[in-house]
């Protein structure tokens, strides 16, 4: 058998990138639920009518079939109703979710829900085929109180600022601003300004301030009246006297402003050297339903990999013709952020196994022994691995450091106890232990993260 290749978009991780993703996804567990929210798992398919309805992702679905599926089956997989594809996110099972048990929930719903998803799009750096994306959502029956915004905004940013990643900008919009703002202006067509807006990113001001004129059917006035709006950024509420300034009113956009400062005001406790927090008015987010407050977010020093952390307001997540369900919710892209950390070796474990403890084997005989140290070090919650071949202590020992392990026991099987001397590899300490009683210093109990050179404890 020819030796398998890498298959781009699908990324694998090596064992101790995989402890590291294992603790990131830990520590935003913990943060999710002290704050409330319970863990929800969907379905990895949904009808493909379902899946389409959000017809830009069309090209990206990947269709779910049986190898041998016949044309015209009786399992009906030709009839688009009842065809399956991948989820492309975990928005869209989510709405269905809370059609499906509407009944048996408690609104408003407070959900996080960390799991793959799959996305035909083009691979390259931090977009893949195959990737793993974890969202808080609060969903209300009918109304949704705004201060859920706030709540949203301010528990992702708490559960970024205990990431072991680089500081992050949490950027804030409201679309009621921007678009009351348009309105305010005289836009005829305010969406087509959205979009046109959107473009930033990608071109220069004066080329967006064009495409505003031939293509949104501004004047110069109100191209530039827009631009200038889309050029505010401010870490705290000023950036509401600097719209002010632009002299441009209507009863949307005051309601936009007054929403989005009180995000900035209820995050304030959070902001800080790990996560800023700050107003971008140029966001406006891609999808129709955003209604209200809207979220993207980069990594300093990573700005390329674009958004790692988007979502905002949504006034009709889902409905059934008699109830509409209105929520608030934010997607952190796990693989997005941590794969090119991983494989640029700026996140990496501080062994690539979870034991702490290499038990030596003195030889075939004494295996119970060994194994009998092993039961009562990991009765007391220590991860504990048995010599698999009974060789040379000093290659047992070197065993132990190339798997990163930091203590090797050496048991006593002469006296027929589970006694004997435990020794520190790194600094070369080795004292008399008791399996009883012996316990590693609370940073070697488990592998840590380590960002770049430095370790970081989690």
């Not at 899946?51 to 049986?66: A, H, N, P, Q």
């Not at 492309?88 to 709405?95: C, G, I, K, R, W």
């Not at 401010?234 to 509401?240: E, H, I, P, Q």
């Not at 190339?402 to 002469?414: A, N, S």
Request: aromatic residues 6%; proline residues 6%.
């Amino acid at each position: 058998m020819a030796r398998p290749s890498a298959m781009s978009g699908f990324p694998e991780l090596l064992p101790g990138q995989r402890l590291v993703e294992q603790r990131v996804l830990d520590s935003l567990q913990q943060t999710f639920e002290l704050h409330g929210f319970v863990s929800v798992e969907t379905r990895a398919v949904e009808p493909l009518d379902r899946l389409l309805s959000k017809g830009e992702t069309s090209k990206e679905v990947y269709v779910l079939r049986r190898l041998q599926a016949e044309p015209d089956d009786d399992r009906g997989e030709t009839d688009s109703a009842s065809r399956l594809g991948l989820h492309f996110d975990l928005t869209v099972p989510f709405a269905r979710y809370v059609l499906e048990f509407a009944g048996r929930l408690e609104f408003p719903f407070r959900r996080y829900q960390i799991q793959k998803v799959w996305r035909g799009e083009r691979p390259q750096e931090g977009r893949y085929r195959e990737f793993t994306q974890a969202d808080i959502d609060i969903v209300g029956r009918d109304e949704l109180a705004f201060h859920h915004d706030v709540e949203v905004a301010r528990v992702m940013a708490e559960a970024l600022a205990a990431l072991p990643v680089p500081p992050v900008r949490l950027q804030v919009n409201n679309r009621k601003l921007i678009q009351g703002f348009y309105a305010g202006v005289g836009a005829r067509d305010v969406d087509a300004v959205m979009r046109v807006v959107d473009k930033l990113d990608k071109l220069p001001a004066d080329a967006v301030g064009a495409l505003l004129v031939d293509e949104a059917g501004l004047d110069e006035r109100q191209a530039s009246l827009c631009l200038q709006l889309a050029g505010i950024r401010s870490a705290d509420t000023s950036f509401v006297e600097r719209v002010r300034e632009l002299g441009v009113t209507s009863q949307l956009l005051d309601r936009g402003l007054e929403e989005l400062a009180a995000v900035l005001e209820g995050c304030a406790s959070v902001a800080g050297d790990r996560v800023r927090v700050e107003a971008d008015l140029r966001i406006a987010r891609g999808l129709d339903y955003y209604t209200g407050t809207v979220f993207e977010t980069v990594m300093d020093g990573l700005e390329h990999l674009g958004s790692i952390c988007s979502g905002g307001r949504y006034d009709a997540l889902a409905s059934d013709g008699r109830t509409t369900y209105p929520g608030v919710g934010i997607s952190l892209g796990v693989s997005r952020m941590l794969v090119p950390l991983l494989a640029g070796g700026r996140l990496s474990a501080s062994r690539s196994v979870p034991s702490a403890v290499l038990v030596a084997l003195v030889d075939e005989g004494s295996r119970p022994v060994s194994d009998a140290v092993a039961r009562r070090l990991r009765a007391r919650g220590i991860p504990v691995e048995v010599a698999a071949s009974p060789q040379k202590f000093g290659k047992q020992i070197r065993f132990a450091e190339r798997r990163g392990i930091p203590y090797v026991w050496f048991p006593d099987p002469g006296t027929g106890s589970t006694g004997g001397q435990v020794k520190d590899i790194r600094s070369g300490e080795q004292v008399e232990a008791d399996p009883d009683t012996w316990r590693p210093p609370a940073e070697d109990l488990r592998p840590r993260v380590l960002t770049g050179d430095a370790p970081n404890d989690d």
